[in-house]
């Protein structure tokens, strides 16, 4: 039984970096702010969700008692908490982006949002 | 097991020191304060690793959720502050 939860562990653990890396290298190699927004934004939000359940998996184990089970709830609030707080924080960053006049990457440099119908209405 | 939590916790440190060449270097205001984003959810994950490492696991967690709601909140107001002085015309 030990054994199942420890490779469950570890399994989510490497699931959460592999996550993590694939969003760093999206936030790296990326050629605009809106792809490395999208990159990031949906990367670590996954990978802390991994990365949380299984350390809150192996806090279960590790002390099976009432306290431990309240620091796994606790634990697991904050992976609900930042499932909710990244989108707004994304959106955010993204709104102050774009009425900042930074414009949208194309392969061919075509330009898709003129500015300038916007200040016409 | 602590063994291996100091290794994910390493790992993940070298992906923070990976990330900070965007928020360092990176063209846009916009850039930095997705890569601050970035490294504070890296640096939430890092502070519960060291709970577990050091087996002090109540204190940790409190840590690492009250950094995760100042790093969503900072956020917040980093980009209500810069909608129209961050950019300017030869940045972008």
């Given at each position: 039984m030990t054994l199942i939860i420890l490779t469950m562990t570890a399994a989510l653990?490497?699931?959460?970096?592999?996550?993590?890396?694939?969003?760093?290298?999206?936030?790296?190699?990326?050629?605009?702010?809106?792809?490395?927004?999208?990159?990031?934004?949906?990367?670590?939000?996954?990978a802390l969700l991994?990365?949380?359940?299984?350390?809150a998996l192996f806090n279960l184990y590790d002390n099976f008692?009432?306290?431990?089970?309240?620091?796994?709830?606790?634990?697991l609030f904050i992976a609900v908490f930042w499932f909710i707080a990244?989108?707004?924080?994304?959106?955010?960053?993204?709104?102050?982006?774009?009425?900042?006049?930074?414009?949208?990457?194309?392969?061919?440099?075509?330009?898709?949002?003129?500015?300038?119908?916007?200040?016409?209405? | 097991m602590g063994n291996?939590?100091?290794?994910?916790?390493?790992?993940?440190?070298?992906?923070i020191f990976l990330c900070l060449y965007r928020a360092v270097w990176g063209p846009t205001v916009f850039d930095r304060i997705i890569g601050a984003g970035f490294v504070g959810t890296k640096t939430t994950i890092l502070l519960l690793l060291i709970?577990?490492?050091?087996?002090?696991?109540?204190?940790?967690v409190d840590l690492a959720l009250v950094y995760s709601i100042l790093n969503f909140i900072s956020t917040l107001i980093v980009s209500k502050y810069f909608i129209k002085k961050g950019v300017h015309s030869h940045q972008l």
């Open positions: 653990l490497v699931a959460g970096l592999f996550f993590f890396f694939a969003a760093t290298v999206g936030f790296l190699r990326f050629p605009d702010l809106y792809t490395r927004m999208h990159a990031t934004g949906k990367g670590d939000t996954l991994l990365m949380v359940a299984g350390l008692c009432w306290m431990g089970m309240v620091q796994s709830v606790k634990l990244n989108p707004t924080a994304t959106h955010a960053v993204l709104r102050a982006a774009f009425e900042s006049g930074v414009t949208p990457w194309t392969k061919d440099g075509t330009v898709i949002i003129d500015k300038t119908e916007g200040e016409g209405a | 291996f939590f100091l290794g994910t916790a390493l790992a993940l440190c070298f992906f709970g577990f490492i050091y087996r002090r696991i109540d204190m940790f």
